[in-house]
């Protein structure tokens, strides 16, 4: 595998709040964005990392989702978006975190994923965000 993360992304202030990541190029529909690699966290770990900072960082893991997964690269810090512009899939033989485009993106714009999982999913998520728009 050669691309783990496509050389033009940038991470900087978010308006969403916090860090996002950006692209400077456009990127077509359909296109892997980046290859995070996980940091795997054994259900005794998940409980534990509500009792802390990372509790906002990291994705749900396992067949159960009784694991979590700390990303590697950007992938804890693209920001959530009920209309996001890429999607992650989670691979767990690879122990991965993959991001591909849902849309054509913008050069300059932020690259969103819908926290809940699924692009069209509009479930309350954990956290309230002042520039959200739902």
Known sequence: MSM?????LYVT???LGGRGVFTINEIPADSLIEICPA???????????HKTHLHDYYFLWGEEQNQGA???GYGSLYNHSYEPN???ILD????TI???TVRDIEAGEEITVNYNGEPED?????????????
């Open 13 to 15: 202030d978010s308006p």
């Open 4 to 8: 783990q993360r496509l050389p033009f």
């Open 98 to 100: 993959d991001i591909y």
């Open 86 to 88: 890429a999607k992650y």
């Open 39 to 49: 940091i795997v966290l054994p259900e005794w770990d998940l409980s534990q990392i």
């Open 92 to 95: 767990f033989d690879r122990q």
């Open 70 to 72: 700390i990303a590697l």
């Open 122 to 134: 509009s479930s309350p998520v954990w956290f309230h965000q002042p520039n959200y728009k739902r």
